[in-house]
């Protein structure tokens, strides 16, 4: 279908731009295997989420995954079903069980006051997951870690370029994991990247991710491979330079939106948090089908026929995959079972018009039922 607006669409430098960031590769032959570009990257990234240590891979899931793998966990890890496969895979590919927490209906994050209650003598870590750009409630997370000296990795996908109360968002937990793939606020192609402190730590990622290879005569652990090659540092490089321009865009982008459905009795928008810098990541809205007189998927198919395709994100989840089946009561997070059944993500990207954002408006206030 012609002018079909997506609910997302990836940010991309001019053109000329990248050719020229990639062109001195075809000197170097340097593609892959932490070459100038990955070096260059990666402290640029450094300095821009404000954080002390970082390593590229190939994607945000190998970050979560080897994190957990570096991190030597065994047994529970406390995270919540309202979140991408990746969060829940990465924690079963590594042998560990995932005990679902429920979400704060507000802001879509774990519910910190019912973690406690979960933590048993098999509980190692916490992977909460930042969610729409919202952050979890960080202080009580660390209160609660500190207290049962648990281990805390953050699902730091949705929230690249976030600061709480000045400092990046990267910098909490003991590590925190960002995805750069192509349908982020930021992106790098593919790719993802771990914040950390400990610099141990970051020795055992730097292994997982390159086969445990110190040198050309010295494989020192097993590891995988899950090197950021190139190409996507350039892309990286680039997209850094203007994601600030990005970030301000989207800003612009959900303030249309506000202005026709905020206060519209049956939508729950996205809330605006304390001391969070925010990257306008997403723009939920939470359908009250009884309130506002249209269910979610009256909506979703509405936008449909008018070739908008937004997204029920997110929907299932993941404690009721089918790959699970039978391992989880997903009637055990009542809240985020609700959230998950009400919830669409409209698009929002740094390019889409105004004209755009009226029209899926008007399509979405149109449903209501008078």
Request: net charge negative; with cysteine; glycine share 6%.
């Amino acid at each position: 279908m012609e002018n079909k607006i997506l609910v997302t669409r990836s940010s991309m430098p001019p053109y000329e731009e990248y050719i020229e960031e990639i062109k001195d590769m075809w000197d170097s032959h340097w593609i892959t295997n932490m070459g100038v570009k990955h070096i260059e990257f990666q402290e640029a990234l450094k300095k821009y989420l404000m954080v002390e240590n970082i390593d590229l891979l190939t994607n945000g899931h190998m970050a979560l995954e080897l994190s957990m793998q570096a991190l030597n966990l065994q047994g529970e890890v406390i995270t919540t079903p309202f979140t991408f496969a990746s969060t829940t895979h990465a924690i079963v590919r590594n042998g560990l069980k995932p005990v679902f927490c429920d979400i704060d209906p507000t802001d879509f994050t774990i519910d910190v006051s019912k973690i406690e209650k979960l933590i048993t003598d098999r509980t190692c870590a916490i992977a909460p997951v930042h969610v729409y750009g919202n952050i979890c409630n960080i202080e009580e997370i660390d209160r609660l870690a500190r207290k049962y000296d648990l281990k805390v990795i953050y699902d730091a996908a949705h929230t690249f370029g976030v600061q709480y109360k000045g400092k990046g968002i990267g910098e909490f937990g003991d590590v925190s994991c960002f995805s750069f793939h192509a349908t982020k606020v930021f992106n790098s192609i593919e790719g993802g990247a771990v914040c950390f402190r400990d610099v141990h730590f970051g020795e055992k990622i730097y292994d997982l991710k390159n086969f445990g290879i110190h040198d050309a005569e010295s494989v020192q652990a097993v590891g995988a491979n899950a090197k950021m090659n190139e190409f996507c540092a350039a892309m990286g490089i680039c997209n850094l330079r203007h994601v600030d321009e990005e970030i301000a865009k989207r800003k612009i982008v959900v303030e249309r939106y506000k202005s026709y459905l905020e206060g519209i009795n049956g939508l729950q928008l996205s809330p605006v948090q304390d001391d969070v810098k925010s990257n306008y990541a997403y723009f939920p809205v939470v359908f009250d089908e009884k309130v506002f007189g249209a269910s979610r998927n009256e909506v979703f198919a509405a936008l449909a026929e008018h070739g908008i395709g937004a997204r029920k994100y997110f929907y299932p989840l993941t404690n009721s995959f089918e790959c699970f089946h039978g391992e989880y009561d997903i009637n055990e997070t009542p809240v985020a079972l609700k959230i998950s059944k009400r919830v669409l993500t409209l698009p929002l990207y740094a390019d889409i018009s105004l004209e755009d954002v009226d029209k899926i408006c008007d399509i979405v206030l149109k449903c209501r039922k008078q």
